[in-house]
């Protein structure tokens, strides 16, 4: 089955800095690559994803990028803020609504 | 984006008895519902996946007769932990996507689940 490392488990930084979380994956299969936020005690939100057909995303200060041949993708956050601070998983599928395999998750404190 | 709704967020139990966890789509058809399981500071453990109507799929190494799920409808889904015992204490979540209009999974807000 898929397997998907996440790292780093932690990260800290300054307010204002870059953020950058890496994953990889095993299923040459897989084709969507969510990425969640998941705070204290809730459930994981959705916060950007791309599939196999695109290199690159953006969305306001987030951005995931992904290279198939090498079976990696990463979450960008420029400009952190406080606010930010929280689990960041990724996760790996067949497909948009099939089941996901999650990486390990990182927890990222952005420190005012 | 579309809700998904679980309930109860906090349930504490005796050992031995049951304890039902819902997840309903507020907004869409949930054609098919996910049950994960997260431990403290780990991540996502798919469980079992459901399709409306049809039995559940459990993952290996879940017992289908301990996490019994029902989904009988296009908006409920139900997670039964029967005979609860203190190590199915966890944080569980729900999601569900329609899969007639191909969309993603939406997340519950997880049920945090103590067996005393």
């Known amino acids: 089955g898929e397997n998907v490392e996440q790292h780093p488990s932690t990260l800290s930084v300054q307010e204002g800095d870059s953020a950058v979380i890496k994953c990889t994956y095993s299923?040459?299969?897989?084709?969507?690559f969510p990425w969640y936020k998941q705070e204290l005690g809730k459930g994981p939100q959705l916060i950007i994803d791309i599939r196999s057909n695109v290199g690159e995303k953006k969305d306001q200060r987030i951005a995931v990028t992904l290279n198939k041949t090498a079976k990696h993708f990463s979450l960008h956050i420029t400009e952190t803020q406080p606010e930010d601070s929280a689990v960041y998983f990724c996760?790996?599928?067949?497909?948009?609504?099939?089941?996901?395999?999650f990486g390990g998750g990182t927890r990222v404190l952005v420190k005012p | 984006g579309a809700v998904v709704s679980q309930h109860p967020s906090r349930v504490i139990c005796k050992s031995g008895t049951s304890v039902k966890i819902e997840c309903r789509s507020l907004d869409f058809q949930a054609t098919t519902m996910f049950w994960y399981r997260q431990f403290p500071k780990k991540s996502l453990m798919l469980m079992a996946t459901?399709?409306?109507?049809?039995?559940?799929?459990?993952e290996q190494g879940v017992e289908k007769d301990k996490f019994l799920i029902n989904h009988a409808s296009l908006t409920l889904s139900t997670l039964t932990v029967t005979s609860a015992h203190p190590e199915d204490s966890s944080f569980y979540i729900c999601?569900?996507?329609?899969?007639?209009?191909?969309?993603?999974?939406?997340f519950g807000q997880g049920t945090r689940l103590t067996v005393v």
């Open positions: 999601s569900a996507r329609d899969r007639v209009q191909n969309t993603e999974a939406f």
């Open positions: 996760a790996a599928s067949m497909g948009a609504g099939n089941k996901l395999t």
């Open positions: 459901s399709n409306e109507g049809s039995k559940a799929t459990y």
């Open positions: 299923d040459s299969a897989s084709n969507y």
